[in-house]
């Protein structure tokens, strides 16, 4: 207390001397340095006048209340605005007391200008002292690490204002490496931009850690400046990409290692949040598979639009228990429920939408894994086909809006039983639509990285174990997006979604799984069939070395987004009562277990439905050789 009643005589002392020294330059400025006898004794008389009206209103600005060792732009605004303040008061006093004769008027002009230099000074000044004497007194204590930041743009500003004006940051910054020349031996917040990140292995002043500050940087972009980090043998992270903080700001805090997502490039999205706002703000949603990898970020970027209500329903015990432990604490304006049920039993779901009445489905629930699904397809068609029927005919029952079918690039000319529940259910959606009120949609993508059992965790596990590294062909490819991009891009195509539409993300180009795994291998700090071996087992029973986004009777439609299309087929959807009965078969078929009988009837309903013929044997040309270890991707 007795600290802060100092500081604020202190600087109502350094504000005294500040106005006296600015009305005496004034003075001398405007008589060139010669002041004439009159015109001193005016100086005298409005010394105490001057000085009681400033600091009366610097006081009611609040200038004494701020904590001036963080000085900002803010700060400077508001003594620029006090003084104008006073000096229009001042003026409207000699004019009311003195009219416009007998005082030197240029001196009313100079005086605010030289009043807002020093009151501005003293306060940076303060603010310098302070960021001096806290960062020298770290450094003293050995408490501070070396910060060099990749990326001198707007977040690096950012990240460098932050550290430089928080006294307790554990980190100082060196200074920075830029991709753009221009900016090499140019200074960002006082900082040196030391060279090209391709020079960075090269730079020998001594340093900490490296931060990459670069949220916007394509694939190529990040897979460079991570593999010359790399070779500096320093510890490196990186600030989220944008998409990934759609909830907040980006700041220090946000920083962590690097993840594939990262080298996975993918453009920042735009959403249309109205829209979105519309659709989902006050209203009751439904998402089934919510403990699933789509289904839980889902939920998350769900309640970021405030629903009145988010039910969340699950089969897995333990994904029920995680959702609520991780929403115990959320936003009060949504009420989270969590359901343990199956979309196979329809007195289950239909307890639901009779106690919870959801306008909004998003329809997450299904069995994925191609080869266990390839198995058993009876669970598949049980699952993916019979699930999605009953959910779609509760919510017709029970008036939900909007229904919005989780699809894959599987569905697209399938080879494997869990492709073709899957272009089935499409299929569903789009012949039901026509015998409903509600809105029925799909929304179709590829691969997202890091879902459960896919080949990122997968890969990271074998990775941790030593290796090998086990991956079905060496030309196997996927197309990917992170899980924050293909659940907001669905939310957007909710909002946007009409009768019985299918929509398409941009997936942009497909990858090439063996450069997946590489690229994993050389984050963790290793060297592909060096440190970590690369073997490949051959495809398993339904697998196929690429996906397609399209089948050949369907063309794209552009929307108002730039990265959802939709797909118009040129055949028109099933009439419901004929695809109805041949789902009943089909359901028939699955309760006898009865695979050859399940494939025969799939192939009935979609004509584009192939088969394939699983065999392990592979015809290579080159010397890679394929082992009997069980492929994980």
């Not at 080949?455 to 996927?478: C, D, S, V």
Request: charged residues 20%; contains cysteine.
């Amino acid at each position: 207390m007795l600290r802060k009643t100092l500081s604020k005589y202190y600087l109502l002392v350094l504000d005294t001397f500040s106005i006296l020294l600015a009305l005496y330059s004034s003075f001398l400025l405007r008589f060139e340095f010669q002041i004439p006898d009159p015109f001193l004794k005016v100086m005298l008389i409005w010394i105490p006048w001057f000085v009681l009206s400033h600091l009366i209103i610097f006081h009611s600005f609040g200038l004494y209340k701020r904590i001036w060792k963080y000085t900002s732009l803010f700060d400077l605004y508001d003594i620029f605005t006090s003084i104008i303040f006073t000096w229009v008061v001042t003026i409207l006093v000699l004019l009311i007391f003195s009219g416009t004769t007998g005082y030197p008027r240029s001196v009313l002009v100079l005086f605010p200008i030289f009043l807002t230099i020093l009151v501005s000074g003293s306060r940076l000044a303060i603010r310098v002292y302070y960021s001096h004497y806290d960062k020298h007194s770290d450094l003293r204590s050995n408490k501070l690490k070396t910060l060099l930041l990749i990326g001198a743009g707007k977040t690096g500003d950012k990240i460098s204002r932050e550290i430089l004006t928080t006294s307790r940051s554990q980190y100082s910054i060196l200074g920075f490496v830029d991709d753009d020349n221009e900016k090499i031996g140019s200074r960002l917040q006082g900082k040196k931009i030391f060279c090209n990140v391709r020079n960075l292995p090269d730079l020998k002043i001594p340093y900490d850690e490296i931060l990459i500050t670069a949220p916007t940087a394509t694939g190529d972009q990040m897979r460079r400046i991570v593999d010359a980090c790399k070779l500096t043998g320093k510890k490196y992270k990186t600030i989220p990409g944008i998409n990934e903080l759609i909830e907040g700001e980006v700041n220090l805090a946000t920083a962590r290692d690097v993840s594939y997502s990262d080298l996975l490039g993918r453009d920042e999205i735009v959403l249309d949040m109205n829209s979105i706002q519309n659709f989902l703000t006050g209203k009751r949603v439904l998402i089934t598979g919510a403990g699933g990898s789509i289904g839980s970020e889902l939920v998350k970027q769900c309640l970021i639009f405030e629903p009145s209500e988010i039910i969340c329903l699950d089969f897995n015990e333990e994904a029920i228990y995680n959702l609520e432990q991780n929403y115990a604490q959320h936003n009060p304006n949504t009420i989270i429920k969590t359901v343990l049920a199956s979309v196979t039993s329809k007195k289950e779901c239909e307890k639901v939408f009779i106690e919870n009445r959801p306008q909004i489905v998003f329809h997450a629930a299904a069995y994925k894994h191609v080869p266990i699904q390839e198995l058993h397809p009876w669970n598949a068609v049980n699952v993916n086909i019979g699930g999605t029927l009953n959910i779609v005919e509760l919510s017709s029952k029970y008036n939900v809006k909007k229904f919005v079918l989780v699809s894959t690039d599987k569905a697209v000319n399938p080879v494997n039983v869990m492709g073709a529940t899957k272009r089935a259910a499409e299929k569903l959606i789009q012949s039901y639509n026509s015998n409903s009120d509600s809105t029925f949609m799909a929304v179709r993508f590829g691969n997202v990285l890091g879902s459960s059992g896919s080949a990122i965790p997968t890969f990271q596990k074998q990775i941790n174990k030593g290796g090998p590294i086990t991956i079905t062909h060496p030309e196997m490819t996927r197309y990917f997006m992170s899980i924050q991009e293909a659940t907001q891009l669905i939310l957007q195509c909710g909002s946007l979604g009409k009768n019985g539409q299918i929509f398409l993300l941009e997936m942009g180009k497909p990858i090439k799984i063996v450069q997946i795994a590489k690229d994993l291998i050389r984050l963790s700090g290793l060297e592909p069939d060096v440190d970590i071996p690369i073997v490949y087992t051959g495809l398993r029973p339904g697998e196929k070395l690429y996906e397609e986004l399209q089948l050949l009777n369907e063309s794209k439609v552009s929307t108002t987004h730039k990265k959802i299309m939709i797909l118009k087929e040129n055949n028109k959807p099933m009439p419901w009562n004929i695809f109805n009965a041949a789902l009943k078969s089909l359901e028939n078929a699955a309760k006898d277990i009865d695979s050859d009988k399940i494939i025969i009837l799939l192939k009935q309903i979609l004509p584009t439905y192939n088969p394939k013929i699983f065999s392990n044997k592979i015809e290579r040309k080159d010397p890679l050789k394929f082992t009997s270890i069980k492929g994980e991707a």
